[in-house]
T-cell receptor, first 114, second 110 residues
């Protein structure tokens, strides 16, 4: 595997379920990101990790819980989500969390909350 | 307030025609500037970036962008569009963190 991979690619869950999204990067990067992409809205940065430390939490509701066990892996734990949380969730990585660095994106997880 | 604007939500061009996608920003100084492309079912891919120097930047897939300080713009151009260029294009700007524009969906008609 190369680049940034995300699993699952599609996820349907009820509002009472608990699920996790996984992201893995094979680029040797030190920063990883979660973005939310909703229809007709700009890409929303959710969380940033740099060298496994969270450096950005963009006022994300606590029903989204990120985890970064090492620089190659990033998780987004989901619980008691709302229908408006349905979106494409994109993971990205870069050399570090400075804005000048190119971000490499995974294909995303399409989440539907029923 | 710092912001990035892509005025066009949709653009349709004929195959072989030229293309210009607009991006305007509002920052106190010149931020880092990027253009990304997202094909259906895929993540975003970097087309080109500008930090300083020559204001005309060449990117991948035959794209270029011109930075104009006086207009706070960083417009993306391509001389001749191919059907495979149909995708969504995002301008992104920032100093400490990137802010993405709302995107422009490009449709190519044959």
């Amino acid at each position: 595997e190369t680049g940034v991979t995300q699993t699952p690619r599609h996820l349907v869950m009820g509002m009472t379920n608990k699920k996790s999204l996984k992201c893995e990067q094979h680029l040797g990067h030190n920063a990883m990101y979660w973005y939310k992409q909703s229809a007709k809205k700009p890409l929303e940065l959710m969380f940033v990790y740099n060298f496994k430390e969270q450096t950005e939490n963009n006022s994300v509701p606590s029903r989204f819980s990120p985890e970064c066990p090492n620089s190659s892996h990033l998780f987004l734990h989901l619980h008691t989500l709302q229908p408006e949380d349905s979106a494409l969730y994109l993971c990205a990585s870069s050399q570090d969390d400075q804005a000048r660095n190119e971000q490499f994106f995974g294909p995303g997880t399409r989440l539907t909350v029923l | 307030a710092q912001s990035v604007t892509q005025p066009d939500i949709h653009i349709t061009v004929s195959e072989g025609a030229s293309l210009e996608l607009r991006c305007n920003y509002s920052y106190g100084a010149t931020p880092y500037l990027f253009w990304y492309v997202q094909s259906p079912g895929q993540g975003l891919q970097l087309l080109l970036k500008y930090f300083s120097g020559d204001t005309l930047v060449q990117g991948i897939k035959g794209f270029e962008a011109e930075f104009k300080r006086s207009q706070s713009s960083f417009n993306l151009r391509k001389p001749s569009v191919h059907w495979s260029d149909a995708a969504e294009y995002f301008c992104a700007v920032g100093f400490n963190k990137l802010v993405f524009g709302a995107g422009t969906i490009l449709r190519v008609k044959s």
